[in-house]
């Protein structure tokens, strides 16, 4: 299957950083270089030269993405480097595609940042629809727009129902993520002196 990678509005060098779990390396850059064949420009830890800060690298990276590709897994979902590049690329304000490469359960403090946020579950769909729909959703970040709203294709009604209440009743696991990722924020401040 060819999907042209043809991200209108997308600026000329814009391209993706990857954000994996490395025990899952061999499965990404399958996908890494079907996205390359499809004219996508792609940055993943292979150029990340011996000898350099790599710290440094994946943070210029990430800020000079147009885009982020997260390949979900438990494992890159307990990855400390994993979870700094995705709030990394949060706080720097790129979108972020998420694919569920296995059954996955945001952290509290990922379902707060990302909780909102389509994932493609790769290993739910058959191949060709996996790449069609990843395809689609990267043009789209790196035109930087927002994926399509669900229903969006069905007209708005004039009976509509009400909008929901402005406070969740589920509001208790948001602070105790919010509380807890302050709490690791600060023991990790407290341990860098």
């Given at each position: 299957m060819q999907v042209a990678a043809d991200p209108a509005g997308a600026r000329a060098g814009?391209?993706?950083f990857v954000c994996y779990a490395h025990d899952q390396r061999d499965l990404v850059v399958q996908e890494i270089d079907w996205l390359r064949e499809q004219g996508f420009e792609v940055w993943f830890d292979e150029a990340i030269d011996a000898g350099q800060r790599w710290s440094e690298d994946l943070a210029l990276a990430i800020e000079g993405c147009a885009a982020m590709l997260f390949f979900m897994s438990p494992r890159s979902l307990s990855s400390r480097y994993c979870l700094d590049e995705i709030?990394?690329?949060?706080e720097c304000d790129r979108p972020i595609v998420p694919v569920e490469v296995e059954p996955s359960e945001?952290?509290?403090g990922l379902r707060l940042s990302l909780g909102g946020t389509h994932r493609i579950f790769m290993h739910r769909m058959a191949a060709e629809d996996f790449r069609s729909k990843l395809a689609s959703g990267l043009q789209r970040a790196l035109a930087g727009l927002p994926p399509p709203a669900r229903g969006a294709s069905a007209p708005a009604t004039a009976n509509a129902p009400?909008?929901?209440?402005?406070?969740?009743?589920?509001?208790r696991?948001?602070?105790?993520?919010?509380?807890?990722?302050?709490v690791a924020f600060i023991a990790m401040m407290a341990?860098?002196?």
């Open positions: 814009a391209y993706l709030h990394f690329a949060l945001l952290t509290p009400p909008p929901g209440p402005l406070f969740s009743a589920h509001w696991p948001v602070a105790l993520g919010v509380f807890a990722a302050l341990a860098g002196r």
